[in-house]
């Protein structure tokens, strides 16, 4: 193929038609700058699929954490109940004045449960290290930067301030 227009450029300018010669010219620069064009386009759509099926994986990924962060709240939520229904317990004996027994130790032993929230982060440092204008939706990734930077840090310090506030209560108590 590159034989055959090195043969035209020859010929055009073998038999002095330089005006043709350059026609032909900026008519093979426009293709070329086609060409170059297309193959931009279709390198931009493949960056951009690729990007979509990150995007894909990574929002899964976040999903099956929040996923494991809410087991792991509903199981926290129950160890708080039974430490509350201990506290009941141990409430009403000592009202009562009923001697030390068995179930007591039962319920004392509740007392000194501390749920800790352990969020999985995985899948939002995925996230970070990629970009997260990864996302496209813009209400989506704002609430999940939301949940991660906020809340999360929230609930973390909430429950470190929890823990210290209950450890002097109960060695006070105690």
Known sequence: MIKFFRKIRQNLLSQGKTGKYFKYAIGEIILV?????????????????KDRKSEQLILTEIRDNLKYDLDDFESNIATLQNKSISSKALLQALENDIPLHDSLGYY??????????????????????????????????NKITDIYEDRYQYLLTFEKERIDYNKVLLEDAM
Request: with cysteine; aromatic share 14%.
């Open 108 to 141: 004392f032993s509740y007392l000194s449960a501390y749920p800790h929230f352990s969020c999985k982060t995985n899948g939002y440092k995925l996230l970070q290290s990629k970009g997260l204008d990864l996302i496209i939706n813009n209400d989506l990734r």
């Open 33 to 49: 700058v086609i060409g170059i064009l297309i193959a931009l386009q279709i390198n931009n759509w493949n960056e951009y699929q």
